[in-house]
């Protein structure tokens, strides 16, 4: 007697994560193999040969193919999805013939949100592992995991089978209605019951009275919006349902254990700084703190290479010593989310940085603000920055206004003594002069025309011969060393005792906080010799 039996085999062929930006749309796509999504955060919607289905976390989706299908993500938050392809090899055996087979199309599916999501997490993790080994034995281990993915979609999928149709119809639209006030005699009405027996039937189908449900549809979506670096608290609030932003906050804290503030630093990017510049300062003017920055501990004299107004705020920042090559493997080993970086000395952008996926070079620029606005754009930051370019203005008004007297007492030139150069600085194309003559209102000598700075320049100054002389970044020993030379000594400003020299070292005119800092410090600085 021959015996018959046919059985299945699920072969994984692929495993995806897939982001979609707020109110992004993906064109419609042919799915040419069975596959199961998994929607691990956000909300949106999804069309399968033109039939559309809301998306939600947690949600799991078994999609036949061939099939055309369409995605949108919702405006307020990102869609992240999960994405399986695999395909099904039909066995049977009649006797002695073995037949084999790929099945073609695979029955559609939506499980109910899972109960346990961590579970399918760990499945996923394990997946993603197997799928990873390209030895032979793991494809037996694949194949296993997969089938248990499955499984546990199924059980999920048979649970909202079992939900009454009347049920299913409360549920479908709280899901499509969260942020809207809900009577649960609305709810009891569609499903054709009294108030005291939907809530009844729907504990016992879902686990969980109607009123939780509803409020752990908007905290699901909560969370995820508050993951994304441009989520306001109140924004959040309103968008799920909550006008009242301190009812939301007790309520969320109530629910995850920390606050909402809290849960937002949790998924702050991890972004390196690898720059000349400071734009950890253009970071944390935006209200984000590097997990690693640029430091330059020769110039600055102390360990980390921070500048002194910026080491609070970079307690916990790893600095990285820009005063010497820096290699991207050592800076992909932290794990940055991005690393954000500038052409400086002895560091180009070579294949190196340009090969790293998560590394955004930032051009070199003339102004201060250009570097924020750079910044701000990679992160998504672009209101705070306009807001901190009208905070840097006002500061350079009130700083202009109490220079006033002393700007105007001649004409300036602005000098770097570094050992056996001189740099004399144009009145424009530079941060520093930009601040000084444009912004707070010195005079520049005639003679200033060109462009940022001059090197070796003292002939050139002696030829110009000024009358006031500011002296930035120079270190005592080669203002000694200058101050010996005859060119110097000939100075109407020298002889005058008209050489200004603050103490500077500190002075950085390229961040928004370093710029206020030095606004402060030379007015200081004046308002004390005046």
Not at 63 to 87: M, N
Not at 452 to 478: C, H, K, M
Request: net charge neutral; with cysteine; charged share 25%.
């Amino acid at each position: 007697m021959n015996t018959t039996f046919r059985t299945f085999h699920r072969v994984p062929i692929s495993l995806k994560s897939h982001r979609y930006s707020p109110g992004s749309r993906l064109k419609p796509a042919m799915l040419r193999s069975a596959s199961l999504l998994y929607v691990t955060g956000g909300r949106g919607r999804l069309l399968v040969d033109g039939n559309a289905h809301s998306l939600r976390p947690d949600l799991c989706v078994k999609l036949g193919a061939p099939a055309t299908i369409e995605l949108e993500a919702d405006d307020k938050s990102e869609l992240c999805i999960d994405f399986v392809q695999y395909r099904t090899m039909s066995i049977q055996c009649d006797g002695e013939r073995l037949q084999a087979a790929w099945l073609e199309r695979e029955a559609d599916g939506f499980a109910a949100p899972l109960r346990s999501p961590s579970h399918m997490t760990a499945l996923l993790s394990k997946l993603r592992t197997a799928m990873k080994d390209r030895s032979q034995e793991p494809s037996d281990r694949k194949q296993a995991v997969l089938c248990e993915m499955l499984d546990w979609v199924n059980e999920h999928e048979e649970s909202r089978d079992a939900v009454s149709e009347s049920l299913q119809r409360t549920i479908d639209y709280m899901n499509d209605h969260f942020a809207e006030s809900i009577p649960l005699a609305a709810l009891a009405g569609m499903a054709g019951l009294t108030p005291s027996s939907y809530c009844r039937a729907f504990k016992q189908a879902m686990g969980m009275t109607p009123g939780t449900y509803l409020t752990q549809i908007r905290l699901d979506l909560a969370k995820t919006m508050l993951a994304e670096p441009r989520s306001k608290l109140k924004e959040v609030a309103e968008w799920i349902g909550f006008q009242d932003e301190l009812y939301f906050s007790r309520l969320f804290k109530k629910w995850e254990g920390i606050p909402p503030t809290v849960y937002m630093k949790k998924y702050e990017k991890k972004i390196a700084v690898v720059s000349g510049h400071l734009l950890q300062d253009h970071l944390l003017s935006l209200g984000v703190k590097p997990s690693a920055a640029s430091g330059f501990p020769t110039f600055y004299r102390n360990a980390s290479g921070f500048p002194s107004y910026l080491q609070d705020r970079l307690a916990a920042t790893m600095p990285i010593n820009s005063e010497k090559t820096v290699s991207s493997r050592d800076i992909l080993r932290l794990s940055p989310d991005l690393i954000l970086k500038t052409e400086f000395p002895d560091n180009p952008n070579d294949v190196e940085w340009l090969g790293a996926n998560n590394t955004v070079i930032i051009d070199a620029h003339n102004s201060w603000d250009r570097y924020l606005m750079d910044v701000a754009v990679s992160i998504g930051k672009e209101p705070e920055a306009e807001k901190v370019v009208r905070d840097v203005k006002k500061t350079e008004k009130w700083g202009r206004k109490r220079l006033e007297s002393i700007a105007k007492d001649g004409k300036w030139t602005i000098v770097r003594l570094l050992a056996g150069d001189c740099r004399m600085y144009g009145r424009s194309g530079h941060a520093l002069s930009d601040l000084f003559y444009r912004d707070l209102g010195f005079r520049p000598d005639d003679g200033l025309e060109f462009v940022s700075y001059a090197g070796n320049a003292l002939e050139r100054l002696a030829a110009l011969d000024p009358s006031n002389l500011l002296l930035i970044w120079s270190e005592p020993a080669d203002i000694a060393s200058f101050s010996e030379q005859p060119l110097w000594q000939r100075l109407k400003a020298v002889r005058e005792k008209k050489v200004f020299c603050p103490d500077s070292k500190q002075w950085d005119p390229w961040g928004p906080i370093g710029r206020q800092y030095m606004i402060r410090e030379m007015t200081k600085y004046f308002r004390s010799i005046g």
